[in-house]
């Protein structure tokens, strides 16, 4: 049984945005979980693979600026895609002080596979997909609200 929200209090815990933000995202990461394992992605990995299907080749720079990430979280990542055979680091040919990420045939692939995971998710949220939308609208706008000043 759930406890009222305490109205009055502004630290009580299930007023906090940031709570309802973490517990929403450990929440909906396990939710693609089982959906990942037969492709051997884990989820940040996934998010790395959505970004390259996109917008394949990429600069590491520019990959990382997609996933906002920090290039040194994102390192291992690549690495690991690279050892299974989804993805190739190469000197950019416009840049050669620059490393291109290039998807392989394999990391092509895993495209048709990875197709069913968003309706899948939609399944088990069980949630209308109008709702998931302007969640997914609100929380563009909450990131955009939380970046620091340029």
């Known amino acids: 049984m759930s406890e009222p929200i305490d109205t009055t209090d502004p630290l009580a815990l299930e007023r906090q945005v940031c709570f309802a ?16 394992e037969p492709l051997g992605l ?37 690495k690991r895609l690279e050892s299974v055979g989804y993805l190739r680091r190469e000197r950019d040919r416009s840049d050669e002080r620059s490393l291109a990420i290039v998807l392989t045939t394999e990391g092509r692939a895993l495209r048709d596979k990875a197709e069913r995971i968003p309706p899948a998710v939609v399944q088990r949220l069980g949630m209308p997909i109008e709702d998931l939308q302007h969640l997914h609208a609100a929380l563009t706008r909450v990131i955009a609200a939380a970046k620091p000043p340029a």
């Not at 517990?23 to 693609?32: E, K, L, N, P």
């Not at 989820?43 to 990959?63: C, E």
């Open 21 to 36: 933000l973490s517990v929403a995202a450990r929440s909906v990461v396990a939710v693609y979980r089982p959906l990942l």
């Open 42 to 78: 884990t989820h940040p990995q996934y998010l790395v693979m959505l970004a390259l299907w996109q917008h394949a080749p990429l600069s590491v720079r520019r990959l990382s600026e997609l996933l906002q990430l920090d290039p040194g979280t994102l390192s291992p990542l690549l």
